[in-house]
């Protein structure tokens, strides 16, 4: 570049300060912008992450609730199936009150069986504490717990599957 | 005194139960049945004392309503259409029925 060729960028540059300076002000804002915002994504992304793996605590936690009511059921332990079989029909409600956005509406209803079942579960423990319950009784809820097995077991592998798809 | 939405709930219950566009399952309980709609309400049907009754709960088990057949009867009517669905008396008949025609082969 000649002597005369620099001192006419110099000139410019002298002449026009102030549009350098805002044109450079302005490029900067817009790469804070794309950097605020990929930075807000990622965020939103992790907690979207956490949110599933909360849920997919309960619902490993229910899982284990109605292994323990079939335990007990066996066991003929009434006392710890009713209580078992609350804690998993409470685990059902806290997964649809709590998770609302993560649940489809089939994986909702889902739960919602989940939840009405073991809580018939927990009805008849309660009788069974106060009488004998007949084979056929017995059979009922055996059958009741199974069925919430699968639900939950349906709802757990699904949950897992999103988590698993969410941290690629 | 059963209000006009109860009415028109069964009976759109007792349709879809017909269509089998609803699916019932029983508890563990002897006669109670039940069934979800939009993850968000279930509903519980059974016979108890000789009357059948219906509930719907919301997502935090809280009864929202029941309404038995002494004020709707129709609710009689469901009890026995969702007894059939979640027992599959439809499939079991078909298959006694399947099973009796070859006995005449």
Same mark, same amino acid.
């Given at each position: ?31 804070t912008l794309a950097v ?122 699904e949950s897992l599957r ?7 | ?45 059974? %016979?108890?004392?000789?009357? &059948? /009754? +219906?509930?719907?709960?919301? !997502?935090?088990?809280?009864? *929202? ?20 669905? %979640?027992?599959?008396?439809? &499939? /079991? +008949?078909?298959?006694?029925? !399947?099973?009796?025609?070859? *006995?005449?082969?």
């Amino acid at each position: 570049m000649s002597h005369h060729e620099l001192a006419d960028v110099s000139g410019f540059f002298v002449l026009n300060w102030g549009n350098v300076a805002s044109v450079f002000g302005l490029a900067v804002s817009l790469v804070t912008l794309a950097v605020a915002s990929k930075a807000r994504e990622a965020a939103e992304a992790a907690r979207a992450i956490a949110r599933r793996q909360n849920l997919t605590e309960v619902l490993q936690d229910a899982v284990r609730k109605n292994e323990q009511v079939g335990l007990f059921l066996s066991q003929r332990k009434w006392d710890i199936v009713w209580l078992r079989a609350q804690e998993t029909a409470s685990a059902a409600s806290l997964g649809l009150a709590r998770w609302p956005q993560e649940l489809s509406t089939g994986s909702k209803d889902n739960l919602l069986r989940g939840q009405q079942l073991a809580n018939s579960i927990a009805g008849v423990a309660l009788k069974a504490a106060g009488e004998t319950l007949t084979q056929r009784e017995i059979a009922r809820i055996a059958q009741a717990q199974g069925r919430v097995a699968q639900l939950l077991a349906t709802e757990l592998g699904e949950s897992l599957r999103k988590s698993e798809g969410g941290k690629q | 005194m059963a209000t006009e939405k109860e009415f028109k709930l069964v009976e759109q219950l007792l349709d879809k139960t017909r269509r089998r566009s609803i699916a019932w399952e029983p508890t563990a309980k002897n006669d109670e049945f039940v069934s979800t709609l939009g993850g968000r309400v279930s509903f519980l049907v059974g %016979a108890w004392h000789n009357t &059948e /009754s +219906l509930a719907m709960k919301d !997502d935090l088990d809280r009864v *929202l309503l029941t309404v038995d057949s002494d004020s709707i009867p129709l609710v009689s009517e469901l009890y026995t259409e969702a007894r059939r669905v %979640a027992l599959k008396v439809e &499939e /079991s +008949l078909d298959s006694v029925l !399947d099973q009796l025609g070859r *006995l005449d082969v």
